[in-house]
Every structure is written in structure tokens, then in C-alpha cells.
């Protein structure tokens, strides 16, 4: 999918479809009669350029409720009230410590992070010290440098660093997982239906290519921790030959916490090996893997800890270092059955992925900035997740007000983290390919003319949306927010989605 950044084809960035029907300041405006020529000719502009379709296209599916007019990027933040009460965190804070475009409302953190100025400049440093002399680094450094950062960041998510190793992100640690792991015709496979996709396509290779078996379970939201830890149980206790549960510990669209910690105890205790995918787990929820005791864990760094791209934990438990090998093969190899002694054993994890292949190691490198940032900065882990959970649920609350919809609620059990699901005012679309290609349509409108993403799902039978609080949002950001994706909705309408 191509993505359109910059002005719009009639030379104005401001320009807007709105519909008089939504949002309060809208509200009992105007003469509804009209969509001007010269937003016409935007229109048509985009869809000549994006879509292939000509204009006579786009006019022919608008009908009588299809009123626009057009509105400037000013006109567009609704009346709501502003509170102070996030300082130091929100734009401002933004503004000063982060590297985002002039106009950029960043509410997408979920999908691919983003880093402060200060980290940035840290992994330049870190580039450059490799690069006064390569060889040093890459054969005595390696080893000296990143030992105690795996040290820092077993103990930010409490576990034995030895059961911890760097790898580029959440696919390949789980990919290293489950395509190193000796599973066999057979072995069945427990997973859920918000499983993330690149995960559930590994899953679909080992079943094509080893024969495993795959139960995958239906989350109905509204839905509790009880219930889907009953899903779950029930599943590995009735299944045969159930050799591995996976599950996210958020998962991630519709974003939803779930009861991983729980989960893990219950494979334990059943001799089934657990596969906990915490692409959004580091710097976003507490974590005690000596608690938890999952088999393998993975979590990324680089979306909620500002470590910049590419780098994510994957942690194995001490009894499967074995059956674990590095993708790609590395320079150190054991099978299966070599057990060395002492130290070299107990280290076998960590000297097994310590040096995959030649790769830009300066992501790993600035973990340790990452963490002096969030300390020094940001006043500490406790402090950074009060105000993002905080300002999810109230933006949250606000973007199902301005919409008139409901967030995504799990009975008594709170599903919000830092990201909140909302569904959204709009409902076409059942089939997989239009679904693309209303989401292709949105992604390109909202970004090239709101300077903004906020992501959108289906997901059994609605629409939703996904909102990301970060120390650089605040409540105006969730109120610009909820200006652009209606307008995209609008838009979208007017393209005959609807
Ligand atoms: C739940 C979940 N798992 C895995 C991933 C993949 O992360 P990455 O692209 O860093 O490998 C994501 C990314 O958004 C995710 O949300």
C-alpha cells in the first residue's frame, strides 16, 4: 500500500470535507446544499492520483446526505473543555523532547513507537563510536557492552539474565520460537482470535509445514479475565496432545489486556508450554517474569520503552535453552543434546544470539538511554503509566462521548492500558477485501490531510478505532483526533463506503 504524504491537489493542506451532522460545533450550521468545486476538484484530485477512479466516480455515489462544506484546520478542534492538569506531559513536553513534524498529533505510539530527541542523539553516538574503529566493537565490544544492559533490562522486567537475549523485534522472536522448536505432526497449538497476524501466519507455516494443529478460540468482547481464562483451560483440557498456548499479554487490535500472568501459571500447571507474545508488555505494564514463569516471552523495546528500532527481548525459560536457536543460525551452534559444562551452559542462551549475523547493534546500545530518559525525564515507570493510562481512559471516555459509541469494555475487568479501543460510527463493510480497501482509503486520507493516524480495525461485525496516550499527548490531541477521523469517515462516505 502507497501512503501520500504532503499537500492535497488543490495546493491547500486545510481544506476538509465535513458533514453538518457531526461533532457540537457543527451542530445547526448552514446551508447544506453544496460540495464546492473547489473541494470537489480535491477530491477527485486525491482519487485520480490514489485510487485510479475519475471524479464522475465519486459524484455519482454521493447522495443527499452526502453535504459537505468546507472547514479550515482551526475550525476543527471541537469545543471541549481544556484542562492543565497533565503538565509537564502532553504537547508541550512533546514539543520539547521529542522530534515530531510541526503539525504532527502523534496518537499511534501502540504500532511503532517513537524516541526522544536525547535516545536519537544517543544512537548517533553509538554509531559513530563502532564506527572510529569497527573491529574492536565488533569483537571484544559486543560482548562487554551488552552483558550489562541484558543485566538493566532483566531487571526492569525481573528475570534471570541469562534467560534473556536482544533480538530485532516480536516477529522474529517469535519466529525463533516456534519455527526452532522441535514440534512434531500433531502437536496442537492453543491461540485466540486477536492473535496478531504476521503470529498467526508463523502458525499457519508450522502447520503447513509440520502438520500442527491449531484451536483457535473466539473472544466475544464484552468479555471478562474469568472468562477468557475458562476459554483457555477448557481448551488445553479437552484438546489431546495441546503442546502450546499462545497469547499476548496486550493484545493488539482491538487493544485488550489479558490475564498472561494467569495464564502462564495455568500452562505450568498442565505441562504445556506457553508462548506469551508481549509486543506491547516493556515500559507499558508492570512485569515479574520470575512470577509469571512463562516458557517463552517476547516484548518489544521499541514501541512503549523509546528504545529506538529495531530491538525486543525474547526470554526463555532455563529448562527449554536447549530447543531454542537463534534465526539465523549463529556463529555459536549446539544441538539439542550438547550440554556443556559450567558457565558456557549457563550462558549457552545468550552466546547462541550474541552475534547473528553482522547488524546495526546500536539499537541495543541505547537501551540505557532509554531507560536514564524515562528515570531522569519522565520521573520514573510508575509515573509514565499513571498519566498514559489515565489519559486513555479519559480520552477514551471522550472519543465514545463524540462519537456516540462504546469503548471496548471488559465487564468488571479494565482493558485499557495506554491504548483504548473505541468503536466507531460507521459500519459498511463485511467482506475481507472491501475492509482493505476502506482501511487503505482511511490511511491515506487521515495522514495526508490531518497529520495524524489514529488505526482502525473490523472486528466481529464493527468498526474500531485504537487510540495511543503517551507522555507527549494530551486531551487536546484525543479532541484533534476525534476531528480527523470523523472528517475521514465523512470522507469515506463520500466515496460511496458506507
Ligand atoms: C501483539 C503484537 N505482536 C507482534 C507485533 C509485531 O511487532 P514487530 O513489528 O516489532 O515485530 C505487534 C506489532 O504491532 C503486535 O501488536
Not at 446544499?33 to 485520480?48: D, E, P, R, Y
Not at 523495546?301 to 543460525?329: E, G, I
Amino acid at each position: 500500500m502507497s501512503f501520500l504524504f504532503g499537500r492535497s491537489t488543490n495546493g491547500s493542506s486545510t481544506q476538509k470535507y465535513k458533514s453538518s451532522q457531526f461533532g457540537p460545533r457543527t451542530a445547526g450550521i448552514h446551508n447544506k446544499s453544496h460540495m464546492s468545486t473547489q473541494s470537489h476538484s480535491g477530491a477527485s484530485g486525491l482519487l485520480n492520483r490514489t485510487t485510479g477512479f475519475n471524479s464522475h466516480d465519486t459524484s455519482s455515489s454521493l447522495t443527499e446526505e452526502d453535504d459537505f462544506e468546507i472547514i479550515t484546520m482551526e475550525d476543527a478542534l471541537p469545543d471541549v473543555e481544556t484542562t492543565d492538569q497533565e503538565v509537564p506531559f502532553g504537547r508541550k513536553f512533546g514539543k520539547k523532547y521529542f522530534g515530531f513534524g510541526e503539525k504532527v498529533r502523534n496518537l499511534n505510539h501502540g504500532s511503532f513507537g517513537a524516541i526522544p530527541n536525547a535516545v536519537l542523539d544517543a544512537r548517533v553516538r553509538h554509531m559513530k563510536d563502532i564506527q572510529l574503529f569497527p573491529d574492536p566493537f565488533f569483537k571484544t565490544g559486543i560482548f562487554n557492552q551488552i552483558a550489562p544492559i541484558r543485566k538493566q533490562v532483566a531487571e526492569l522486567v525481573d528475570a534471570d539474565p541469562d534467560n534473556l537475549v536482544f533480538v530485532t523485534n516480536a516477529t522474529t522472536a517469535v519466529n525463533t520460537i516456534l519455527r526452532s522448536y522441535p514440534f512434531k505432526k500433531g502437536d496442537t497449538f492453543i491461540i485466540c482470535n486477536t492473535i496478531y497476524g504476521s503470529c498467526r501466519n508463523t502458525i499457519q507455516f508450522l502447520q503447513d509445514r509440520v502438520g500442527v494443529k491449531v484451536v483457535e478460540l473466539t473472544f466475544t468482547y464484552p468479555m471478562n479475565h474469568a472468562e477468557i481464562l475458562d476459554l483457555f483451560t477448557s481448551a488445553i483440557d479437552s484438546y489431546e496432545n495441546v503442546r502450546m498456548a499462545f497469547f499476548d499479554t496486550v493484545s493488539s487490535m482491538p487493544a485488550a489486556t489479558i490475564p498472561w500472568e494467569e495464564l502462564c501459571h495455568i500452562c505450568r500447571d498442565r505441562g504445556v508450554l506457553s508462548m506469551v507474545d508481549g509486543a506491547h508488555a516493556i515500559g507499558l505494564i508492570p512485569l515479574s517474569l520470575r512470577t509469571a514463569r512463562p516458557d517463552f516471552f517476547t516484548s518489544n523495546l521499541h514501541k512503549w520503552l523509546f528504545t529506538p528500532n529495531s530491538v525486543a527481548l525474547l526470554y526463555v525459560d532455563r529448562s527449554q535453552h536447549h530447543y531454542v536457536h537463534s534465526l539465523p543460525v549463529s556463529a555459536v551452534y549446539l544441538d539439542d543434546n550438547t550440554t556443556l559444562s559450567g558457565d558456557k551452559e549457563q550462558s549457552r542462551l545468550a552466546d547462541t544470539f550474541l552475534y547473528t549475523g553482522t547488524i546495526d547493534y546500536s539499537a541495543i546500545l541505547t537501551i540505557p538511554d532509554s531507560i536514564k530518559f524515562r528515570n531522569e525525564v519522565c520521573g520514573g515507570e510508575e509515573r509514565i503509566r499513571q498519566y498514559c493510562t489515565d489519559l486513555a481512559t479519559r480520552g477514551g471516555a471522550l472519543v465514545a462521548k463524540e462519537f456516540g459509541t462504546e469503548i471496548l469494555s471488559g465487564k468488571e475487568d479494565n482493558l485499557i492500558t495506554s491504548m483504548v479501543t473505541v468503536a466507531l460510527p460507521y459500519n459498511p463493510a463485511d467482506s475481507p477485501s472491501l475492509q482493505g480497501e476502506i482501511n487503505g482509503k482511511y490511511i491515506e486520507y487521515i495522514i495526508r490531510e490531518w497529520n495524524t493516524f489514529v488505526p482502525i480495525s473490523y472486528y466481529k461485525g464493527q468498526w474500531w478505532s485504537r487510540w495511543s496516550a503517551q507522555v507527549y499527548v494530551d486531551i487536546d490531541d484525543f479532541k484533534y483526533g476525534i476531528r480527523a477521523v470523523l472528517n475521514t469517515l465523512e470522507y469515506l462516505k463520500s466515496l460511496g463506503y458506507k
